[in-house]
């Protein structure tokens, strides 16, 4: 959906983007216990039947600290790749 426009469910191509906005918790992730580091989703939405995916909007700082999560847990980034 995100690089196609076009609905991997249905197939249709009435598909829209809701930008992530900061002032809605359901459009960020929180990273750490004190909700300062924070990356955020932007949403495909097909309007024929309904289905929709969430991605992360990539950035060099939501990289960065996504790097940095996946490290705490024990993993490398290169691993989930």
Same mark, same amino acid.
């Given at each position: @959906?995100?690089? !196609?426009? +076009?609905c991997t469910?249905? /197939? %249709?191509?009435?598909?829209?983007?809701?930008?992530?906005?900061? @002032?809605? +918790? +359901?459009?960020?992730?929180?990273?750490?216990?004190?909700? !300062?580091?924070?990356?955020?989703?932007?949403?495909?939405?097909? !309007?024929?039947?309904?289905?929709?995916? /969430?991605?992360?909007? @990539?950035?060099?700082? %939501?990289?960065?600290? @996504?790097?940095? /999560?996946?490290?705490?847990?024990?993993?490398?980034?290169?691993?989930?790749?």
């Amino acid at each position: @959906m995100k690089h !196609t426009g +076009q609905c991997t469910k249905c /197939r %249709s191509y009435n598909v829209i983007k809701k930008e992530a906005n900061s @002032m809605h +918790q +359901q459009d960020q992730v929180i990273l750490n216990s004190w909700g !300062t580091k924070k990356i955020y989703l932007d949403n495909f939405i097909c !309007t024929d039947c309904g289905y929709s995916e /969430r991605f992360v909007q @990539m950035n060099p700082k %939501s990289e960065k600290l @996504m790097k940095e /999560r996946l490290k705490k847990q024990g993993g490398g980034f290169d691993e989930y790749v």
